[in-house]
């Protein structure tokens, strides 16, 4: 059993950077492959970026490409996203999902871990 709680959301003008941390419970967390999602009032989840297990590959949203940055601590057993030129558009709840396997994976259902999720709001 792996349970994930996010931090770190909260206001900032467009610009502006942020750091996600996802804490997460449990002996097995080095063997997760590791996903941050997102959603926004009135629209789907959708994948935002993703880091494997063990060797620590990377997959990014085209939408955050060059701007977010996924990374993970093994021994704090701690998930990082580091988004740095914010805009109003990258306004949501964001999640970070654990999932077994060695690949990251864009689908939403492929992860059976979810934290509660924290809001992050970017005004113009």
């Known amino acids: 059993q792996v349970e994930l709680v996010e931090s770190g959301g909260g206001l900032v003008q467009a610009g502006g950077s942020l750091r996600l941390s996802c804490a997460a419970s449990?002996?097995?967390?080095?063997?997760?492959?590791m996903g941050w999602f997102r959603q926004a009032p009135g629209k789907e989840r959708e994948f935002v970026a993703g880091?494997?297990?063990?060797?620590?590959?990377?997959n990014y949203g085209n939408y955050v490409k060059g701007r977010f940055t996924i990374s993970r601590d093994g021994t704090k057993n701690t998930v990082f996203l580091q988004m740095n030129s914010l805009k109003p558009e990258d306004t949501a709840v964001y999640y970070c999902?654990?999932?077994?396997?060695?690949?990251?994976?864009?689908?939403?259902?492929?992860?059976?871990?979810w934290g509660q999720g924290t809001q992050v709001t970017v005004s113009s």
């Open positions: 999902a654990a999932r077994r396997g060695y690949r990251v994976s864009e689908i939403d259902r492929e992860y059976e871990y």
């Open positions: 449990g002996r097995t967390f080095g063997s997760f492959t």
């Open positions: 880091i494997s297990w063990p060797n620590g590959n990377t």
